[in-house]
């Protein structure tokens, strides 16, 4: 008996995405986001993940101020296939900095999770880490705590993929300070719903 052939992977661009938008067969607003030229399905919005994207949103305008742009579920650039829409990104300058292209170097990125929570530590981190993002957060809605992911790290004889070398995980009594605001301090408890 001859053995199935396994389907092949359609990996997309972000070209390619963009002209899926143009011609109606994705609009912007379905719960699509390109990571690694695949269309994944974003984590659902629950009422605990939307609150906490507000407050992380508002704890991190707080704590970067002026001259840093704090957006919410929208894209950014990470390379040629992948446009993924973090939770919350924190990039430099304003918002009218970006009406020709998405931000392409952001600060920090935080993702929230319950479900998707196998999603952001894996294949989101590999990303993040391969474009570079030092300081990559989850606020883990499921044990109430935020995994803090830093040092971007190279796939080698001990790792098999891009990743962190150091993750953290902090509890709500802990405080945290972003690697481009050092001299911010925020409660891990602010950041939970």
Not at 97 to 106: I, L, M
Request: proline share 8%.
């Amino acid at each position: 008996m001859k053995q199935a052939e396994r389907p092949g992977l359609r990996r997309w661009t972000r070209r390619e995405y963009a002209r899926l938008i143009d011609h109606g067969f994705l609009d912007e607003d379905d719960p699509i986001e390109l990571l690694d030229g695949l269309l994944l399905v974003k984590e659902p919005q629950s009422s605990p993940h939307r609150t906490a994207v507000l407050l992380v949103a508002k704890a991190l305008e707080a704590a970067f101020g002026e001259g840093w742009f704090v957006q919410t579920q929208s894209p950014i650039v990470l390379d040629d296939r992948s446009e993924p829409e973090p939770d919350v990104c924190v990039v430099r300058g304003a918002p009218r900095d970006y009406v020709d292209a998405h931000p392409a170097r952001p600060a920090l990125i935080v993702e929230v999770a319950h479900s998707g929570l196998g999603l952001a530590r894996g294949r989101k981190a590999a990303a993040y880490a391969r474009a570079g993002v030092a300081d990559y957060w989850i606020v883990n809605l499921v044990e109430r705590t935020l995994e803090v992911h830093r040092e971007p790290a190279r796939p080698g004889p001990a790792r098999g993929h891009w990743g962190y070398a150091v993750v953290e995980t902090l509890v709500a009594g802990d405080t945290i300070a972003p690697l481009a605001a050092p001299s911010a301090s925020l409660r891990i408890a602010d950041l939970l719903p």
